[in-house]
C-alpha cells in the first residue's frame, strides 16, 4: 500500500507508508475505531493498540476493527509494573500482566511492549519519593527478571512475545528501572528471542554512547521487536511524559538511529507514540498527515 | 575536624564532617566569603567553587578566603562546553578552558570539573532545537576527545586534573554528551590518570546500571577525583535544572551508592552540590545543618 506525503521544499513524491505504524496514544482523543480509520485513510500498515482503547472497544470487537480495516496490529502497549516488593503486589502484577498476554494473542498481535515499572518508593508515577520507602533498584531489577520468568511460558503459550521497553533514566525511579536497551538485552539472554524481546523507541535510548553496538547486539540476537519513533523536546513540559514531538522537531539524529535498526536487519513496522498535549488537541487526521511527512524524510529514507 | 549533626531520632551524635564539602551553588544567595564562613562554622573539610562566585571575589583574594578559614578547595566548577563544530567557537572554548585551568591552579585545588557540552542544535541550555541544527551525537563526543586531548597537556603543566563529569541523560541535549561513567572512563584511558578523571555525582548516575562495576572500575583505574552527592526529586521542577534536592529527600539509594564509592578507594572530600530554589531561598547557615545531618546519617556511615 502506497501513501502520498508533501516533501518540504514542496515536491511531491510517493512514499510507501506501509511499514509505518500509528500508536493510539498519539491520537489519544480517538477512539480505536476512529484512530484505526485515519490510519488507514492515510495509507498506513500498522496500528500500535493501548490498551484502554481495547479495553473500551472490546478485544474482539477490536481486532475485527482492525482488520476489516486491512491494517495489522504492530504492538500493544503495555504490560509491566511488575517491581512490587511485596505477594499481594506481585500476584496483582501477574494477573494483569496474563490478561494483557491473552489480550495481545486476541487482538493479532505478538509483541506485548513491557514498560517494567519504577522504585517502590514511587506512590504514583512523576510523585515524590515516599519517606522511608524503598529505594534500592539493584533489588528492583531483580525483581523484574523473577517476574519476567513466571510470564515467559504463559506468554509463550499464548504465542505472545514480552518486548522489554528501556525506558529514559528520567523515568527510572518512578515507571522503568530498565534504563538502557543493553540491559534489557541482558535480562533477555535467558529466554529464547520469541518469548523475550526489546523494543528501540528513539526517545528513550537516543542519547546512550552503546546504541549503536546494542542496537546491532539486538539484531543478531533476534530480538527486535518494534521500532518507535518520536523526538525528545526541549524545553520539557510541565509534565515531562508529554515532552516528546514529532521527528524533527527536536534533538534526535532519526537518520543515523534509523540506519542502526535497518543494518541490523529489523523490517517490521515502525510506529510512532507520542505523548503531546498540542498534538492531542490537533485533528487525527492532521497529526497522521504530519507523521506521515516526517516519516518519509526522516526515517523511510534510511530504512 | 568534628561538628555535632543531630540525628532524626533526637538523640545527638558527634560526626565527623571533615570530608563533607559545600558546593558554592548549593548556597547561591551567597557570596564566596559569606559561603567560606558558614562552612568554616559548621566544621566542615572544604568548599566547592564555581567560577562566577570567584570571579566576583578576585581568583587569589578568594584562595586567600578559603585558606584564612582553614578550609580546602574541592574542586572548581566548571570547564566544558566543547563540542562546538566551528573553528572559532573552538578556540574560544579552549581558550574559556586554559582560563579555568589557571584559576584551578591558582585556588589550590587538582580538579576541574568538566561540563563537555551538548549538541550544536542546541541554541541555549534548556531551549528547543534549532531547526536543521547539527544533531549528530557521535561526532559532537568525539570533538570533545578532541579537546580534552588538546588541554590535558596544558592542564598536567598546571597541576591541574581535567574532570569529566557525565550528566544525567536528560541533559544530552543540551549539556553533556557524556552521560555515562562507562563512557568517561572510556575516554579517559589515553591519558594519565593524573591528567584526566572522573566525578560521581549520584544525581547524574543513579540510575545506571553499569554503576557499581565503573565506580570499582574507576578506582582501580584511580580516576575518581569527586564524589558529589545529591537527590532526584519528582515531579521535576519547570527548570528540571533545580529538581535536585537533599539527600533523603528523593529516590536515590545513599548507603548503596557511597558504599560502592568507599570500596573502589576514594578517600576525598564529599561535595553537595544543589540546585534547588527553595533551598537557595533559605538562610546559609540552615542548609549547611540540613546538609551536614543527612550527610551524617545517609553518607557518613557507609564512607
Known amino acids: 500500500m502506497t501513501s502520498t506525503a508533501t516533501i518540504p521544499d514542496g515536491a511531491t513524491s510517493v512514499t510507501d507508508l506501509s511499514r509505518l505504524s500509528l500508536?493510539?496514544?498519539?491520537?489519544?482523543?480517538?477512539?480505536?475505531?476512529?484512530?484505526?480509520?485515519?490510519?488507514?485513510?492515510a495509507g498506513l500498515?500498522?496500528?500500535?493498540?493501548?490498551?484502554?482503547?481495547?479495553?473500551?472497544?472490546?478485544?474482539?470487537?477490536?481486532?475485527?476493527?482492525?482488520?476489516d480495516a486491512g491494517l495489522r496490529v504492530s504492538s500493544l502497549c503495555r504490560g509491566g509494573f511488575l517491581t512490587a516488593a511485596d505477594e499481594s503486589g506481585q500476584s496483582e502484577a501477574l494477573g494483569d500482566n496474563r490478561a494483557a498476554i491473552v489480550e495481545a494473542a486476541t487482538l493479532?498481535?505478538?509483541?506485548?511492549?513491557?514498560?517494567?515499572?519504577?522504585?517502590?518508593?514511587?506512590?504514583?508515577?512523576?510523585?515524590?519519593?515516599?519517606?522511608?520507602?524503598?529505594?534500592?533498584i539493584v533489588a528492583a531489577r531483580t525483581r523484574v527478571a523473577n517476574r519476567i520468568a513466571e510470564l515467559a511460558p504463559f506468554a509463550a503459550e499464548h504465542g505472545v512475545r514480552l518486548v522489554l521497553e528501556p525506558l529514559h533514566p528520567i523515568f527510572a525511579a518512578d515507571r522503568a528501572v530498565l534504563s538502557t536497551l543493553g540491559q534489557c538485552l541482558d535480562l533477555a539472554t535467558e529466554f529464547p528471542p520469541e518469548q523475550v524481546g526489546v523494543v528501540v523507541d528513539t526517545y528513550h535510548v537516543w542519547w546512550d554512547p552503546a546504541l549503536r553496538d546494542q542496537i546491532a547486539r539486538a539484531g543478531r540476537e533476534n530480538r527486535i521487536a518494534s521500532y518507535q519513533v518520536c523526538?525528545?523536546?526541549?524545553?520539557?513540559?510541565?509534565?515531562?511524559?508529554?515532552?516528546?514531538?514529532?521527528?524533527g522537531?527536536?534533538?534526535?539524529?532519526?537518520?543515523?538511529?534509523?540506519?542502526?535498526v535497518s543494518e541490523a536487519g529489523y523490517t517490521g513496522d515502525v510506529e510512532v507514540e507520542i505523548f503531546n498535549q498540542e498534538i492531542w488537541n490537533a485533528p487525527g487526521a492532521q497529526t497522521v498527515a504530519t507523521m506521515a511527512e516526517r516519516y518519509s524524510r526522516l526515517v523511510h529514507p534510511y530504512l
Open 108 to 136: 493479532g498481535t505478538s509483541e506485548l511492549i513491557m514498560v517494567v515499572g519504577g522504585l517502590p518508593a514511587a506512590s504514583t508515577p512523576g510523585g515524590p519519593a515516599q519517606l522511608d520507602g524503598d529505594k534500592d
Open 249 to 260: 522537531d527536536g534533538y534526535i539524529d532519526f537518520p543515523t538511529i534509523t540506519r542502526w
Open 45 to 67: 500498515g500498522a496500528v500500535g493498540l493501548w490498551r484502554d482503547r481495547v479495553a473500551e472497544a472490546g478485544v474482539e470487537n477490536a481486532a475485527k476493527i482492525v482488520a
Open 23 to 41: 500508536n493510539t496514544a498519539t491520537t489519544k482523543a480517538l477512539t480505536l475505531a476512529e484512530a484505526v480509520e485515519v490510519a488507514a485513510e
Open 231 to 247: 523526538d525528545w523536546i526541549l524545553p520539557l513540559a510541565a509534565d515531562p511524559l508529554l515532552s516528546r514531538g514529532f521527528m
